[in-house]
């Protein structure tokens, strides 16, 4: 086992991690304020954020699972599900519960009310990205989708040979680039044409995913590791990877097809650059501060940030009829970041934590398995609940 592998087998946190969710998290709250105003360029796809949240839980719930297994020679179900419920389910479920109160009893007969109570069974069980919404709940469709991967793959994890799971990373990856690049759309069902057109786990989310699995797989194989570093362990490696990637999410016009996969590839490319070895070429930029904190309040920020974008919207105009000036879309994407900052942060600081703390209760051995520092899909630190 060489040093570098060893290394990152012992590594508890990857350092790194929390500012890849910063700026994915900020690239979402852009999309939903500035990144209209910019069109079909780089500045108009802050959706790809998305995209680098589900690399990240693929990656990083994987690693786990495949660390624990080494470390206690089984993957232990029920400790995983604990521990990812009290990650997600006291945030998400709290905001469901004061929207139920707000909507029910304080403001009855809101605007969007009925919608988000034809809708609540959906978000309840965590099966709202199968159908469209228009909510201030709409962007919780990645978090379902999340839930749905932690459902379905630890299991698969722990009983599948690795053959038969290679497989299926094929099969999922196949069918989403088959919708991704419209393979046959002339005879594809009415009903799927809208569903790709309306529901976006149909349009990115296998294969990010599958991606960020793989990328665990490699690198937890020393000859994975070893190819892994000897591609991406230098500085030219990462920026070239870094370079591909903006560069294709500045594609312009619709980026579905090749540009999208591309993006994926090299986002998984630089998740993995950011991994093989802490003192990389963007650890100066990955290790500031303020940046790091975003990314382990991101969760928060992920889920309330449409929720503040009103208020937002209505300080900046009545600040800019106050100054005689144009209301700006770049000072609407700094006020509302900085609303749901505040917001996310206090959330973390007194209502998540005393729920985090209780994760050390169900980490198994944890002189092995990776640590879990509390963050955003979430995620999925090791989870990513946008993050893992």
């Known amino acids: 086992m060489t040093d570098a592998f060893a290394i990152y087998r012992r590594t508890k946190t990857f350092g790194s991690l929390d500012a890849l969710?910063?700026?994915?998290?900020?690239?979402?709250?852009?999309?939903?304020?500035?990144?209209?105003?910019?069109?079909?360029?780089?500045l108009g796809h802050g959706f790809l954020g998305v995209d680098m949240f589900f690399a990240l839980?693929?990656?990083?719930?994987?690693?786990?699972?495949?660390?624990?297994?080494?470390?206690?020679?089984?993957?232990?179900?029920?400790?995983?599900?604990?521990?990812?419920?009290?990650?997600?389910?006291?945030?998400?479920?709290?905001?469901?519960?004061?929207?139920v109160v707000l909507l029910a009893v304080v403001r009855p007969g809101g605007s969007w009310a009925p919608e988000f109570f034809a809708k609540l069974p959906y978000y309840l069980t965590y099966t709202s990205n199968w159908l469209p919404d228009a909510t201030l709940l709409a962007v919780t469709w990645s978090l379902a989708t999340e839930e749905q991967f932690y459902l379905v793959w630890p299991p698969l994890e722990k009983w599948l040979g690795l053959r038969a799971r290679l497989v299926l990373l094929a099969g999922f990856v196949g069918l989403n680039q088959l919708l991704n690049f419209g393979v046959g759309a002339e005879h594809w069902?009415?009903?799927?044409?809208?569903?790709?057109?309306?529901?976006?786990?149909?349009?990115?989310?296998?294969?990010?995913?599958?991606?960020?699995?793989?990328?665990?797989?490699?690198?937890?194989?020393?000859?994975?590791?070893?190819?892994?570093?000897?591609?991406?362990?230098?500085?030219?490696?990462?920026?070239?990877?870094?370079?591909?990637?903006?560069?294709?999410a500045a594609w312009p016009g619709d980026i579905a097809g090749g540009p999208r996969l591309v993006v994926q590839l090299a986002m998984t490319l630089l998740l993995g650059?950011?991994?093989?070895?802490?003192?990389?070429?963007?650890?100066?930029?990955?290790?500031?501060?303020?940046?790091?904190r975003l990314g382990v309040v991101s969760y928060g920020m992920y889920l309330y940030h449409l929720f503040l974008l009103a208020p937002s919207q209505s300080l900046l105009t009545r600040t800019a009829e106050a100054l005689n000036v144009a209301p700006s879309p770049v000072a609407l994407f700094v006020v509302c970041?900085?609303?749901?900052?505040?917001?996310a942060?206090?959330?973390?600081?007194?209502?998540?934590?005393?729920?985090?703390?209780?994760?050390?209760?169900?980490?198994?051995?944890?002189?092995?398995?990776?640590?879990?520092?509390?963050?955003?899909?979430?995620?999925?630190?090791?989870h990513l609940e946008p993050g893992t």
Not at 72 to 95: H, M
Not at 211 to 222: C, F, T
Not at 273 to 292: I, T
Request: charged share 15%; glycine share 8%; aromatic share 10%.
């Open 189 to 248: 069902p009415a009903w799927l044409v809208t569903a790709r057109s309306h529901l976006e786990i149909l349009q990115i989310t296998f294969t990010p995913i599958c991606l960020g699995v793989m990328l665990a797989y490699l690198l937890h194989n020393p000859r994975g590791f070893a190819a892994i570093q000897r591609l991406l362990g230098n500085p030219l490696g990462q920026l070239a990877a870094l370079a591909v990637l903006l560069g294709f």
């Open 273 to 292: 650059s950011c991994v093989v070895r802490e003192d990389h070429a963007l650890s100066a930029v990955c290790g500031f501060g303020p940046l790091r």
């Open 337 to 343: 970041s900085t609303f749901t900052y505040v917001a």
């Open 21 to 42: 969710r910063a700026v994915s998290i900020l690239a979402v709250i852009w999309h939903h304020t500035a990144g209209t105003a910019f069109g079909d360029s780089l």
């Open 345 to 382: 942060e206090l959330s973390f600081r007194y209502y998540e934590m005393p729920f985090l703390r209780l994760k050390s209760r169900f980490a198994g051995d944890k002189s092995h398995i990776p640590a879990q520092r509390p963050s955003s899909r979430s995620s999925h630190s090791l």
């Open 57 to 99: 839980s693929g990656f990083l719930i994987v690693t786990l699972l495949l660390r624990e297994r080494d470390a206690t020679g089984e993957i232990a179900l029920g400790r995983f599900y604990v521990r990812r419920s009290l990650r997600i389910v006291p945030v998400y479920y709290g905001l469901l519960l004061a929207l």
